[in-house]
């Protein structure tokens, strides 16, 4: 399985930015497929997820501003980020599970103030 991770780039703080993930393989054959992020010097944290169901969880900190969503036609999930932050910088990963994890090669997104 292959995940292809897109979309990162430089915005201004309150920009948006729309990250895709292609996946090799239908998308509903996983448990579920999130989003991960990992700043400078900082531990990789769950940023969002969305279940198999459509069930989706996000961290607090993106809570109103970040939406993920699929598209099972193209085999592709997104996290739409709007109102970005300065502290949202990171290399964006997205990880998808069925019986072990698979990892997408990340996508720097920087946000400046």
């Known amino acids: 399985v292959q995940l292809q991770a897109s979309g990162g780039g430089e915005v201004q703080a309150g920009g948006s930015l729309r990250l895709s993930c292609a996946a090799s393989?239908?998308?509903?054959?996983?448990?579920?497929i999130s989003w991960y992020r990992q700043a400078p010097g900082q531990q990789r944290e769950l940023v969002a997820v969305?279940?198999?169901?459509?069930?989706?969880h996000y961290a607090d900190s993106v809570k109103g501003r970040f939406t993920i969503s699929r598209d099972s036609a193209v085999n592709t999930v997104y996290l739409q980020m709007n109102n970005l932050r300065p502290e949202d910088t990171a290399v964006y990963y997205c990880?998808?599970?069925?019986?072990?994890?698979?990892w997408g090669q990340g996508t720097l997104v920087t946000v400046s103030s």
């Open positions: 990880k998808a599970v069925s019986n072990i994890d698979y």
């Open positions: 393989r239908n998308i509903r054959s996983f448990n579920n």
């Open positions: 969305i279940f198999r169901y459509g069930i989706t």
